[in-house]
C-alpha cells in the first residue's frame, strides 16, 4: 500500500460499511448463532493469519506462553502440528516451568504438559512412554540457574553454583546478577564475618570491570558497597541506605579521575532502580555544586533521571536537567535529543520538538527511528496531520525500518483524529510489513471502535480482544481495562464487572488503571460506596495503590451523587498522602486542581 494514501477524515463512510457489509468470521469457538462481521474488520480476523511457522518461531525464541497459544489455536483450527515441533515444544515447557516460582504457574504449565502429551496420543497415536524419549530437554543457562536459585532464596546453592562458574571462568555473570548475589549472602545470619566478606569480595570482582553488555567500568570495592546500598533499600531501611550513599557520595573524589563518572553513573542508576527519585537528584546536585571541577558527570546520568522523571510526568524537571547538560558544555548525543523529544511530544509542543529537531540536524546528528518516532508523537497532536506522514516518509527515504512503536504513533494520529478508517488502514500496513500487532495496537483499535455507532459494537470489540489472544497478543491489564470501560459505556455496570471476572480468570492481574477505572464505573452508576470499598482495598494492597487519578474518581463519584462532606474528606486526604508521599504516585494536574479550587470555594 503507498504510503501517501492514507486517508484523511471518512468516519460516515466507514459507519456505513460497518453497518450494511460484513462477512463470516472464523472464531475457534463461535457461537451458536452464526454472526456476520464488518467485511471492513477482515485484517482483524488474525487467526487466520497465523501459521505452523509462527509456532516454530514462537519455539525457537523460546516465547513458552505465545508458543502454547499458538499450538491451541492451530490445533483447534484443524491443522496438525508435526509430532517434531510436539517435542520441541514439550522441551519448552518444561524449561518455562523450571523458571517458574509459584505453584499456581507451576499447576498451569503442567496441565499444559498433559493437554500436549493427550494431544501426542490422540492425533500421533504416540503414548507417553514413546514420546518422552525423543524430547531433547533444555539446558537452563548457568546465569538463569543462579538467577532461579537467588529468587528461592537457595543461598548455598547459588554461592556453589557462582563459585563454579567464577573459577572456571568460561562464562561471565552480569553485574547486575552479581549485586543480588551479594544482597543474597548478606541474607545469611550462619556465615561468619570471615566467610561473608570472602564470598561477597569474590562476587563483587567478578562483577566489577567493563563488560560488552555493560557501559560503565566500575571497581569491585564499588559494587560491594552499591550491592550494600541495595540490600538496606531491600530491608526498607531508607534512612540507613542514605548514610551509605553520602558516604559513597564524599567517597567519589578520592578515586581515580577515570573511575570516578561510571562510579557516580552506577550510583544513581542503582537507586533509580529503588525508586528513590528524590535522593538520585541529591545526589547529582551535591556533585554538581561541591564536585565540579573533580566529577564529570556522564550523559547518561541526565537520561536516566530524565527518563524517571517523564515517567512521573514531571516535564518541567526533565526539560531543567536537559538545560544543566548543556551548561557542561558537552553536546548531546542521539539518545539525549530522543529523550527530549519524548517529553516535548508528550507535551503536545510540537513546535519545541521542531525546533531540537533542526539542531540536531545541524549538529549533523542524524535522526534514526526512535527520532521520527517522536516527531510523529509531537505532531500527532496538532491538526497538522500530514506531518505525521511527513516524517514517517522520511523515515522510509533514510532506509530506516518503522517499529512497532512507530505504527503505534501513527495510529494513535488518526485516532485523536477520530478517523477510525486511517486507524484501521495504519493497522493493516504494520501487518503488510510484517510487524505483529501488541497490546498498544489493539487497544488504539479498541478505542477507535467504541467511537462508532454500530450497535453490535461491544460484541465486535470483544470478538477482536478474543482475536488477538488466540495468536499471542497476550492481553494485559491496560488492554482488558480498556474493553471494561468501553463495555460499561455501551452496556453498562455489570457487563464491565463481568469484563474484570473474565479478566481474573485468565489469570491477567488487574492494575491501578483497572481499579481505577472500576471506580469510575462506579460513579457514573451512582453507586460511590461500592467504588469506596474498592478504594479502601487498594489502600491495603501492596502494589496497587491509589494515585492522583484514582483519588480523582473517587471524588467525582461522591461528588456525583451529592455527597460532598465524603469528597472535601476524600480531599484532605489526597493533600496529606502527597505531601508524604515518595513514591511519584501523586502529581497535581488540571483535574485535581479544579478539585482543589472547588473544595476552598465551598
Not at 522523571?309 to 553536546?331: A, D, G, I, M, P
Not at 510487524?435 to 471502535?449: C, G
Not at 469510575?520 to 489502600?539: H, N, R, S
Request: proline share 3%; net charge positive; glycine share 2%.
Amino acid at each position: 500500500m503507498s504510503t501517501h494514501c492514507i486517508p484523511r477524515r471518512r468516519r460516515s463512510t466507514l459507519i456505513t460499511k460497518l453497518c450494511r457489509t460484513s462477512h463470516s468470521a472464523a472464531l475457534l469457538k463461535p457461537p451458536s448463532s452464526a454472526i456476520r462481521w464488518p467485511r471492513s474488520l477482515a485484517i482483524l480476523n488474525l487467526t487466520n493469519r497465523i501459521s505452523l511457522s509462527d509456532l516454530d518461531h514462537a519455539v525457537r525464541t523460546r516465547q513458552a506462553d505465545k508458543a502454547w497459544t499458538l499450538f491451541v489455536t492451530l490445533s483447534n483450527r484443524g491443522d496438525t502440528i508435526p509430532l517434531t515441533m510436539c517435542c520441541s515444544l514439550y522441551a519448552l515447557l518444561i524449561f518455562a516451568k523450571s523458571m517458574l516460582c509459584t505453584s499456581a504457574m507451576v499447576d498451569i504449565r503442567q496441565r499444559q504438559m498433559d493437554s500436549l502429551l493427550d494431544y501426542v496420543q490422540k492425533t500421533h497415536q504416540r503414548p507417553a512412554e514413546l514420546f518422552l524419549p525423543s524430547v531433547q530437554h533444555i539446558d537452563l543457562p548457568l546465569r538463569k540457574e543462579i538467577t532461579r536459585l537467588i529468587r528461592f532464596e537457595e543461598i548455598e546453592e547459588a554461592w556453589t553454583l557462582f563459585f563454579r562458574v567464577h573459577k572456571e571462568g568460561k562464562e561471565r555473570i552480569s553485574r547486575n546478577l552479581c549485586i543480588n548475589l551479594i544482597q543474597l549472602m548478606l541474607k545469611d545470619k550462619t556465615l561468619t564475618q570471615n566467610q561473608l566478606n570472602h564470598r561477597v569480595r569474590i562476587i563483587a570482582l567478578h562483577g566489577a570491570g567493563k563488560t560488552e553488555n555493560e557501559e560503565r567500568h566500575v571497581l569491585a570495592s564499588d559494587v560491594l558497597r552499591i550491592a550494600c546500598i541495595c540490600h538496606q533499600y531491600q530491608r526498607n531501611k531508607r534512612d540507613a541506605a542514605h548514610q551509605l550513599i553520602d558516604k559513597f557520595v564524599t567517597g567519589i573524589p578520592k578515586k581515580r579521575l577515570k573511575n570516578r563518572a561510571d562510579a557516580l553513573d552506577e550510583l544513581i542508576w542503582r537507586i533509580l532502580l529503588n525508586k528513590d527519585l528524590s535522593k538520585a537528584q541529591q545526589v547529582l546536585d551535591t556533585v554538581r555544586e561541591k564536585y565540579a571541577e573533580k566529577v564529570n558527570v556522564n550523559e547518561m546520568v541526565y537520561i536516566n533521571l530524565m527518563n524517571a522523571y517523564r515517567r512521573q510526568k514531571n516535564h518541567t524537571q526533565v526539560l531543567k536537567l536537559f538545560e544543566q547538560f548543556l551548561e557542561s558544555n558537552q553536546q548531546p548525543s542521539l539518545k539525549l535529543f530522543n529523550a527530549v523529544l519524548h517529553t516535548f511530544a508528550s507535551q503536545k509542543e510540537a513546535g519545541r520538538a521542531a525546533y531540537v529537531f533542526g539542531a540536531m540536524l545541524k549538529l549533523k546528528i542524524k535522526p534514526d527511528v526512535v527520532t521520527y518516532t517522536e516527531m510523529i508523537r509531537a505532531y500527532s497532536h496538532t491538526t497538522d496531520h500530514s506531518k505525521c506522514l511527513y516524517f514517517y516518509n522520511r523515515m522510509l527515504q533514510n532506509h530506516l525500518t518503522p517499529t512497532i512503536y512507530t505504527y503505534s504513533a501513527l495510529m494513535g494520529a488518526s485516532a485523536r483524529r477520530r478517523d477510525t478508517h486511517g486507524v484501521l488502514r495504519w493497522f493493516q500496513t504494520m501487518l503488510l510489513n510484517d510487524i505483529e500487532p501488541n497490546e498498544v495496537t489493539i487497544s488504539l483499535v479498541l478505542k477507535s471502535l467504541s467511537q462508532q455507532t454500530n450497535k453490535r459494537m461491544p460484541q465486535i470489540l470483544h470478538w477482536i480482544t478474543q482475536e488477538a489472544s488466540m495468536v499471542g497478543v497476550k492481553p494485559d491489564a491496560v488492554l482488558y481495562t480498556i474493553l471494561l470501560k468501553l463495555q460499561a459505556e455501551r452496556l453498562g455496570m455489570e457487563s464491565a464487572l463481568n469484563i474484570h471476572k473474565e479478566m481474573i480468570s485468565h489469570s491477567v492481574e488487574p492494575n491501578t488503571y483497572t481499579y481505577t477505572t472500576l471506580i469510575d464505573v462506579c460513579g457514573d452508576y451512582d453507586a460511590p460506596e461500592t467504588a469506596q470499598k474498592i478504594f479502601k482495598l487498594m489502600k491495603k494492597s501492596e502494589r496497587h495503590k491509589p494515585n492522583t487519578a484514582t483519588y480523582t474518581a473517587l471524588i467525582n463519584a461522591w461528588t456525583r451523587s451529592s455527597r460532598l462532606q465524603q469528597a472535601n474528606a476524600l480531599i484532605l486526604d489526597f493533600l496529606r498522602a502527597c505531601k508524604s508521599d515518595r513514591t511519584g504516585r501523586f502529581w497535581i494536574d488540571e483535574k485535581i486542581s479544579e478539585r482543589l479550587r472547588w473544595c476552598a470555594f465551598c
